[in-house]
């Protein structure tokens, strides 16, 4: 399957994560044990040759002839794969997500977009109390932080645009905005897109928060208005690049 590393590689990784999880040395026999309970049907003779190659990788080290501890290398090995598999089951997540979503769609749905959050955001710069600005910059920096661990923010955008048409106190663009952004899966398209040509959608949002917080709302229109287009360019250059391939 797309979304599921290779059987070598799951296997590599089942075997990694035990010895890593059981904090002591462990056996071909133990390990074979434990991997046959959870249903991984593999022999004590097929684990000793695959610790051989993780001896020879420098994933394991022999500890006398109590088996074998995991390595310094060995670590990072298991967090590359574990970054892989989230990757793979990303892209398979993304793939559902797109069907039903054009590049014509996206585009329609951003230029809507574009024309009322420009207005929300000079609202939210005008109108947004003490309160609202420091808890628009506790979500911020919730986006940030997932984003550097490499986890998927896309709920974090939602929280970040929802949190500026709270503080605009318009009622009638809020709820205009709300329509346009019910569709569920267009943040995780969105964000997988942004992924995928290397847009940095966390400074735009540096960028319009400190417009509304400084009370800025020409500057915070601007800042928005350009965040939305950089969207725009992103989903072009995403299906140019897709055209291409």
């Known amino acids: 399957m797309m979304d599921m590393l ?3 590689e799951q296997l590599e990784q089942e075997i990694l994560s035990l010895i890593s999880k059981t904090g002591q040395p462990v056996g071909c026999g133990a390990i ?3 991997l046959n309970s959870r249903g991984i049907s593999i022999s004590e003779a097929t684990v000793g040759r695959v610790l051989r190659d ?3 990788s420098g994933y394991t080290e022999k500890a006398g002839y109590q088996g074998r501890i995991l390595s310094a290398r060995g670590s990072d090995r298991l967090t590359e794969l574990a970054n892989r598999e989230k990757s793979l089951q990303w892209g398979a997540e993304f793939a559902s997500a797109l069907q039903g979503h054009t590049k014509e769609q996206l585009l329609e749905v951003l230029i809507a977009r574009r024309a009322i959050e420009g207005e929300l955001a000079a609202l939210a710069a005008l109108n947004g109390n003490g309160a609202e600005k420091e808890q628009l910059q506790s979500t911020l920096e919730k986006q940030r932080s997932i984003m550097e661990n490499g986890g998927g923010a896309a709920q974090a955008d939602v929280n970040f645009h929802a949190a500026i048409a709270q503080m605009a106190g318009n009622k009638i663009l809020a709820m205009s905005i709300e329509l346009i952004r019910q569709d569920t899966q267009l943040s995780p ?3 997988y897109i942004r992924k995928h040509v290397h847009s940095l959608v966390y400074i735009d949002h540096q960028n319009i928060f400190q417009a509304i917080h400084s009370g800025m709302p020409d500057a ?9 287009n950089n969207l725009i360019q992103d989903v072009e250059t995403y299906w140019e690049r897709r055209n291409n391939k």
């Not at 915070?220 to 939305?228: L, Y």
């Open 220 to 228: 915070a229109k601007e800042a928005m208005v350009a965040h939305i």
């Open 32 to 34: 074979s044990a434990v």
């Open 189 to 191: 398209v969105l964000e």
């Open 54 to 56: 993780f001896d020879h």
């Open 6 to 8: 290779g059987e070598k």
